[in-house]
């Protein structure tokens, strides 16, 4: 299965932009790359998705590099609820390997 | 709309015991899967279904058998448990095209002692 590679950990101040990257050079012409985030004590909970063009949603945009092995969560307007732990996961007929994520600070 | 609903929240167990972890979910996703999640770690896959009568081995099976009778319920059976199987279970589902996301249960801590 194709794998991702994201920062152990990043920072970000109250209302700055975050953004988030994620290498997966090894993907494949099919697979989706996805963004969930993990609050303490809950599931993981989805966040934006892409293909080949970049998205945007009421959450966040994901950039997507033109050779697509890697892709950027952007969150706009970082807020004290945005702590979390930020998966990004190729997904291609079901069967996705998560990492570890990317443990995301806000500091007010 | 309930979407993916996991039962119980917590469970001890004693090394030996067996239980079923219980899954279901209303949105008739073809898809679902079980991970666990070690503290500070991210989700490993232990099985996935992608339909009812059809399961596979994720990425760390051993332990663990599951079945899927209806596109409704996904339960995970822990035989012989061990403290190694000390961890949360996530239970979550998807359509099977990539186009949409997986949504994920509220979990089960499960203690083995």
């Known amino acids: 299965d194709a794998k991702t590679t994201q920062p152990n950990s990043m920072e970000s101040n109250e209302e700055e932009p975050v953004h988030l990257p994620c290498n997966h050079s090894t993907i494949s012409g099919t697979d989706y790359i996805h963004w969930y985030r993990q609050l303490p004590s809950q599931g993981p909970e989805y966040v934006i998705h892409g293909l080949t063009s970049n998205v945007n949603n009421r959450m966040a945009s994901l950039a997507i590099a033109e050779d697509r092995k890697s892709s950027t969560l952007i969150l706009h307007r970082a807020t004290l609820r945005d702590a979390a732990v930020y998966y990004c996961?190729?997904?291609?007929?079901?069967?996705?390997?998560f990492g570890d994520g990317t443990t995301l600070t806000v500091k007010p | 709309n309930a979407g993916v609903t996991q039962t119980p929240k917590f469970r001890i167990l004693k090394i030996g015991q067996s239980m079923t972890l219980q899954c279901t979910q209303d949105m008739n996703h073809n898809y679902m899967y079980w991970y666990r999640q070690d503290p500070g770690m991210g989700l490993k896959l232990i099985y996935y279904s992608v339909g009812a009568g059809i399961t596979d081995k994720g990425e760390v099976p051993n332990g663990y058998n599951v079945s899927r009778s209806t596109t409704e319920d996904f339960p995970l059976r822990l035989e012989l448990a061990a403290p190694s199987q000390t961890s949360v279970y996530f239970c979550?589902?998807?359509?099977?095209?990539?186009?949409?996301?997986?949504?994920f249960g509220s979990g089960t801590r499960l203690t083995v002692v």
């Open positions: 979550a589902s998807s359509y099977s095209q990539g186009g949409y996301g997986y949504t």
């Open positions: 996961i190729l997904y291609n007929a079901g069967k996705s390997t």
